[in-house]
């Protein structure tokens, strides 16, 4: 074994794979901070300039984009509360917070952070714990699945706060827009109203911008004075020893969260950053503060996104099953190079499988660089007067939502979210949990159809299955947990004032 990560050390020192590495996670970086792009179309866009390169070098370059391409979502939705990737809308809750607060360098220092660590984490069970890990994976089936979305559902409780009908309103709503498309079980069209760039159901990336961005916009163009036009100051301070200390707990639950949920095939980062938010929210003393910007907010999706990553390739390289849009992208680049992910990867090509893991430690050090000095840029752009950053995020949106799949409808779906967010968020609703719904909608609804027809219509084979029985029991005692907590304090009150 020991031999194995001598022969990998070698690989990554060579002098051309040194180089593709901070080369991928720049580009990553930069892939990742742009509205409508994501690791998965980075990578894909990348893989035929990999053709006639060495397979050690193309697989490095891309892993590192990979990574850089997770991490980098997190810059815009803190700096101006636009999330690059849709992993990133769960840090945009208290990363944009601390950016309105003053602190923008402390959050983006925290997310840099824990994104480092996250990666490193999971790369680490990459190179331990990968069979175990992927065999467990495998179990996961429709009923699996489906108690996974609805355990993710019960975040909803939680993000809400004390507005939690408003919350359930808004991802009532989610769910229902959700619904819109081709029904995959049956095949008939559902809510288009014979609009034919809806057979696909509404696009992710712009309902994300319109929610998050462009009703920024909105509220932005509220506070702007014609008569008064003054340049805000930031603080590019990054967080003390003391409180990268508090969140040590934070950033290794999101790691483990991150690392188990990147090896279930098709869960991907953003369900991870949402499960890990949630319970580290609802197992803090500081619940209550989350969402106001504090920077544990920050630290808890941005560790879970990054170590989806090597949660990911567990089932790639053990199995050759794909456990992300990104690493279903990978497998073409693997076969470009005529190799096969499985089992025989690790007999036939031990010096790329470990190059593989020790570039992705390297990756997430020079990822860990990069972010740290580009930190007080980063800063700068936010200190913009809202009269200049206003437009800059609506061209930004607007080339976002186009560049998903070049269809100008998508403008139109961007802007119509982009007024309802605003309209929504005007009337005390909290839009991220319709970005939560539209998230888990369809994994929810698919796996619970496809598992009746598995048990002939018996809802029994939720409860027979153990994995989806536990996930369940789970999701109810977390559903009623914020409520009993709330409860056991009002009672605490009353005791303290009759005392």
């Given at each position: 074994?020991?031999?194995?990560?001598?022969?990998?050390?070698?690989?990554?020192?060579?002098?051309?794979?040194?180089?593709?590495?901070?080369?991928?996670?720049?580009?990553?970086?930069?892939?990742?901070?742009?509205?409508?792009?994501?690791?998965?179309?980075?990578?894909?866009l990348?893989?035929?300039?990999?053709?006639g390169?060495?397979?050690?070098?193309?697989?490095l370059?891309?892993?590192?984009?990979?990574?850089?391409?997770?991490?980098?979502?997190?810059?815009?939705?803190?700096?101006?509360?636009?999330?690059?990737?849709?992993?990133?809308?769960?840090?945009?809750?208290?990363?944009?917070?601390?950016?309105?607060k003053?602190?923008?360098?402390?959050?983006?220092?925290?997310?840099?952070?824990?994104?480092?660590?996250?990666?490193?984490?999971?790369?680490?069970?990459?190179m331990?714990?990968?069979?175990?890990?992927?065999?467990?994976?495998l179990?996961?089936?429709?009923?699996?699945?489906?108690?996974?979305?609805?355990?993710?559902?019960?975040?909803?409780?939680?993000?809400?706060?004390?507005?939690?009908i408003?919350?359930?309103?808004?991802?009532?709503?989610?769910?229902?827009?959700?619904?819109?498309?081709?029904?995959?079980?049956?095949?008939?069209?559902?809510?288009?109203?014979?609009?034919?760039?809806?057979?696909?159901?509404?696009?992710?990336?712009?309902?994300?911008?319109?929610?998050?961005?462009?009703?920024?916009?909105?509220?932005?163009?509220?506070?702007?004075?014609?008569?008064?036009?003054?340049?805000e100051r930031?603080?590019?301070?990054?967080?003390?020893?003391?409180?990268?200390k508090?969140?040590?707990?934070?950033?290794?639950?999101?790691s483990?969260?991150?690392?188990?949920?990147?090896?279930?095939?098709?869960?991907?980062?953003?369900?991870?950053?949402?499960?890990?938010?949630?319970?580290?929210?609802?197992?803090?003393?500081e619940?209550h503060?989350?969402g106001?910007?504090?920077?544990?907010?920050?630290?808890?999706?941005?560790?879970?996104?990054?170590?989806?990553?090597?949660?990911?390739?567990?089932?790639?390289?053990?199995?050759?099953?794909?456990?992300?849009?990104?690493?279903?992208?990978?497998?073409?680049?693997?076969?470009?190079?005529?190799?096969?992910?499985?089992p025989?990867?690790?007999?036939?090509?031990?010096?790329?499988?470990?190059?593989?893991?020790?570039?992705?430690?390297?990756?997430?050090?020079?990822?860990?660089?990069f972010?740290?000095?580009g930190?007080?840029?980063?800063?700068?752009?936010?200190?913009?007067?809202k009269?200049?950053?206003?437009?800059?995020?609506?061209?930004?949106s607007?080339?976002?939502?186009?560049a998903?799949?070049?269809?100008?409808?998508?403008?139109?779906?961007?802007?119509?979210?982009?007024?309802?967010?605003?309209?929504?968020?005007k009337?005390?609703?909290?839009?991220?949990?319709?970005?939560?719904?539209?998230?888990?909608?369809?994994?929810?609804?698919?796996?619970?159809?496809?598992?009746?027809?598995q048990?002939r219509?018996?809802?029994?084979?939720?409860?027979?299955?153990?994995?989806?029985?536990?996930?369940?029991?789970?999701?109810?005692?977390?559903?009623?947990?914020?409520?009993?907590?709330?409860?056991?304090?009002?009672?605490?009150?009353?005791?303290l004032?009759?005392?």
């Amino acid at each position: 074994m020991l031999e194995n990560y001598i022969i990998g050390f070698n690989v990554v020192l060579a002098w051309q794979n040194l180089l593709v590495i901070p080369v991928g996670v720049v580009v990553g970086i930069l892939v990742g901070a742009m509205p409508g792009l994501s690791a998965s179309i980075g990578v894909a866009l990348l893989v035929p300039f990999t053709y006639g390169m060495d397979p050690a070098p193309s697989l490095l370059l891309l892993v590192s984009l990979y990574c850089g391409g997770e991490y980098g979502g997190s810059i815009t939705a803190i700096s101006i509360n636009t999330p690059g990737t849709p992993a990133a809308a769960a840090t945009a809750i208290d990363g944009y917070a601390c950016t309105k607060k003053g602190i923008p360098g402390k959050a983006l220092g925290t997310s840099i952070i824990a994104s480092t660590c996250g990666g490193l984490v999971s790369t680490i069970f990459l190179m331990l714990l990968a069979f175990p890990i992927a065999e467990m994976a495998l179990k996961f089936g429709p009923p699996e699945y489906f108690a996974l979305g609805v355990f993710g559902l019960t975040t909803i409780a939680s993000l809400s706060g004390k507005l939690w009908i408003k919350g359930f309103i808004a991802a009532l709503l989610g769910l229902i827009l959700r619904t819109v498309g081709i029904d995959v079980v049956t095949g008939y069209e559902r809510f288009t109203f014979g609009v034919l760039e809806l057979m696909d159901g509404i696009s992710f990336i712009p309902a994300l911008i319109g929610c998050f961005a462009m009703s920024e916009v909105f509220m932005m163009i509220e506070e702007i004075s014609p008569l008064k036009q003054t340049f805000e100051r930031f603080s590019s301070k990054l967080p003390s020893l003391a409180e990268l200390k508090d969140m040590v707990s934070t950033i290794v639950a999101g790691s483990f969260i991150g690392t188990f949920i990147g090896a279930i095939p098709g869960a991907g980062a953003s369900i991870a950053c949402w499960i890990s938010l949630d319970q580290v929210k609802r197992f803090s003393k500081e619940g209550h503060k989350f969402g106001t910007g504090i920077l544990k907010g920050v630290a808890a999706p941005e560790s879970a996104n990054n170590a989806t990553i090597g949660g990911a390739l567990i089932p790639l390289l053990t199995l050759g099953i794909p456990g992300s849009a990104t690493t279903a992208v990978l497998i073409g680049a693997f076969m470009l190079q005529g190799l096969e992910p499985g089992p025989r990867l690790f007999v036939n090509n031990p010096d790329l499988v470990y190059g593989m893991f020790v570039g992705l430690m390297v990756a997430n050090l020079w990822m860990l660089l990069f972010g740290l000095l580009g930190t007080k840029l980063w800063v700068r752009v936010i200190e913009t007067p809202k009269s200049l950053l206003a437009p800059m995020i609506v061209l930004i949106s607007f080339i976002g939502s186009y560049a998903v799949s070049n269809n100008v409808f998508d403008v139109g779906l961007m802007l119509a979210f982009g007024i309802g967010g605003y309209l929504l968020r005007k009337l005390g609703f909290p839009v991220v949990t319709i970005v939560l719904a539209l998230v888990l909608g369809m994994m929810v609804e698919q796996n619970f159809r496809r598992s009746l027809l598995q048990s002939r219509g018996s809802y029994d084979i939720f409860f027979t299955h153990p994995i989806s029985l536990v996930l369940l029991i789970l999701a109810v005692a977390f559903f009623f947990y914020p409520f009993i907590q709330e409860w056991l304090a009002d009672k605490r009150r009353m005791s303290l004032r009759q005392s």
